[in-house]
């Protein structure tokens, strides 16, 4: 069963930058499509950036331009790296397959805050 653990938030300054990682066991998750995925307190889950199998990218438009996602083959590992952050940005970031359904596995999460 594949585990996901997402770690590098904090609370940081608008403006400034963070890079997420998402790290997997029991499946190389770099072999599949991955996506990130944010929640912010009474809004819904969204999908803000994958990356295919074929390391094609795609973004939701609220994040183009500031984010990218990418990963690392040997470490099994897939990031995100965050510029220019907003205070609008601030949630609970997730990774998973793009696939996911709210009844399906998640992880824990990491705390993503951005001060004004």
């Known amino acids: 069963q594949v585990q996901l653990v997402e770690s590098g938030g904090g609370l940081v300054q608008a403006g400034g930058s963070l890079r997420l990682s998402c790290a997997a066991s029991?499946?190389?998750?770099?072999?599949?499509?991955m996506s990130w995925f944010r929640q912010a307190p009474g809004k819904l889950r969204e999908k803000v950036a994958t990356?295919?199998?074929?390391?094609?990218?795609r973004y939701a438009d609220s994040v183009k331009g500031r984010f990218t996602i990418s990963r690392d083959y040997a470490k099994n590992t897939v990031y995100l790296q965050m510029n220019s952050l907003k205070p609008e940005d601030t949630a609970v970031y997730y990774c998973n397959s793009p696939w996911a359904r709210e009844a399906d596995y998640w992880g824990q999460g990491t705390q993503v805050t951005v001060s004004s």
């Open positions: 990356i295919t199998g074929g390391d094609s990218t």
């Open positions: 029991g499946s190389r998750i770099v072999l599949n499509s």
